[in-house]
């Protein structure tokens, strides 16, 4: 079965300084994985996803991820910071039971500090 | 264009009552899906409608969840006789056709007392 591990429940960075939120999978096929922002008070947003292709993903807000097979992994990063960045955030990927169903990890908190 | 709209917001409800909570997807989108959010818990898939076809409900906890989509548009989730650990978020996403990326409301947060 697909599952995702988000090993961290709360990330806590400097202002400026890079951020890394970190996710784990494990797919019977090829995986198609996401990162989903939620900022308080407000639903889900998508930020980037991995299909195929290059390992570095650019998304929104300046994010970005790198896949890496060998490891089964697709970090979340920034390279620098924003307080307004704190919120929490979920990877997730594609189930290949059959249906167009995803699978959310447990969520990081990232916490920016100024 | 309009997003995902959740109705209510918010409920408040006793024990043992039902509760209905509707989900109004992007139009156009065929497929919705529901999830709970409960804290410390992530995101759990409850049930997920394609088109006319038969909705995926591998997610839905027990048989007192349950959820219709009428003419393909507006979904209900159903809970009857609500229990106290079924207080959570509940969030709908809609999805187009062909495309990957979900789109959610803002959730609908219960709480049974």
């Known amino acids: 079965a697909q599952s995702v591990a988000q090993p961290e429940d709360q990330v806590n960075v400097a202002e400026g300084n890079p951020l890394t939120v970190k996710c784990t999978y494990s797919v019977s096929g090829n995986p198609y994985l996401f990162w989903y922002v939620q900022y308080p008070n407000r639903g889900l947003q998508f930020l980037l996803k991995?299909?195929?292709?290059?390992?570095l993903v650019k998304g929104s807000y300046g994010f970005e991820a790198e896949f890496n097979k060998s490891q089964t992994s697709f970090h979340l990063k920034k390279p620098s910071a924003l307080v307004s960045d704190s919120a929490l955030y979920f990877c997730a990927v594609r189930d290949y039971s059959g249906t167009y169903k995803y699978i959310f990890g447990t969520g990081t908190r990232l916490k920016v500090l100024a | 264009g309009a997003g995902v709209s959740q109705s209510p917001s918010n409920k408040v409800t006793e024990k043992g009552k039902d509760v209905e909570l509707r989900c109004d997807p992007i139009s156009g989108h065929t497929a919705l899906y529901w999830y709970r959010q409960s804290l410390g818990q992530g995101l759990e898939f409850l049930i997920y409608f394609q088109g006319n076809s038969a909705p995926d409900k591998s997610g839905l906890p027990s048989d007192r969840f349950s959820a219709e989509r009428t003419g393909g548009s507006v979904s209900t989730l159903t809970i009857q006789r609500t229990q106290q650990e079924d207080s959570a978020v509940y969030l709908c996403a809609s999805r187009p056709t062909g495309r990957e990326t979900q789109y959610f409301g803002p959730g609908t947060r219960l709480l049974v007392l």
């Open positions: 991995y299909i195929t292709g290059d390992n």
